[in-house]
């Protein structure tokens, strides 16, 4: 199997692990609060790959020009999540009175499509340089996917939409996904502009869209798992790669 078909592959599955976390939110049996533990887990996995992997790798293939390129992804997520959308965070959204203009659900869900877009380029691209780094890359990619899923499905809900509409939300990010992988497939000679910048994108989704959610959290548990996030990223390099 080449590169590109597996990056389509698990770019679906990438997907389907949005959906999953809409079912967390939109089935009320499911238990939510696993659901902190993978918001830590992929955080701190999150930092490991983008400062041991995309980073060095970035900077192999582009050059001094690189860290720009990652300032470049990191803010562009910030001004279409934070700037464009206005406030949100990661977990279950229970202020509904913020989201009495139903047009704000939507415009949220439109910042977290611009970084799942780019949580496709970057499986594609790291498979595109190697096996290694596209592997990697998908796990950092699907730790942060339930969490997200169920992000955007809280935020439908709390805007008053119906449970269709908050399952339909996290089927966009997945959809979203999947079109940044086709995107690097098809435009393959914009590797060099397309890694360092999904490094900045998963930069900023890990360190502040994620740890912050993580802070909250009372007492060590939580945080411990931000390290063995890291931990599990330097055990699978010390062993495969």
């Known amino acids: 199997m080449n590169s590109i078909t597996t990056s389509i592959l698990l770019g679906l599955t990438a997907a389907l692990a949005n959906g999953l976390g809409g079912a967390v939110i939109v089935q ?5 609060r696993y659901v902190r533990y993978f918001v830590a887990l992929g955080a701190g996995f999150m930092l490991g790959t983008a400062f041991l992997e995309m980073l060095p790798e970035s900077i192999a293939l582009v050059g001094p020009r690189a860290p720009l390129f990652m300032l470049a992804g990191y803010f562009l997520v910030h001004f279409f999540e934070h700037t464009v959308t206005g406030h949100f965070h990661f977990g279950e959204e229970t202020h509904s009175e913020e989201f009495r203009e139903r047009r704000r659900g939507y415009s949220v869900l439109f910042g977290l499509v611009i970084h799942t877009f780019f949580d496709g380029i970057a499986i594609a691209a790291g498979f595109l340089i190697s096996g290694w780094l596209g ?12 969490p997200e899923g169920f992000t955007a499905s809280s935020i439908m809900l709390a805007s008053g939409r119906s449970k269709a509409v908050a399952w339909a939300a996290s089927g966009i990010l997945g959809l979203a996904t999947v079109a940044g992988v086709l995107t690097m497939t098809f435009f393959t000679r914009s590797l060099t502009t397309g890694l360092p910048l999904s490094a900045g994108v998963t930069f900023y989704v890990a360190a502040s869209d994620l740890i912050p959610e993580v802070n909250k959290e009372p007492g060590v548990g939580t945080a411990l798992v931000v390290f063995l996030g890291v931990g599990l990223l330097v055990v699978l390099r010390h062993y495969f790669h």
């Open 28 to 32: 009320k049996d499911w238990e939510r």
């Open 135 to 146: 592997w990697i890359i998908f796990l950092a990619v699907v730790l942060h996917k339930i």
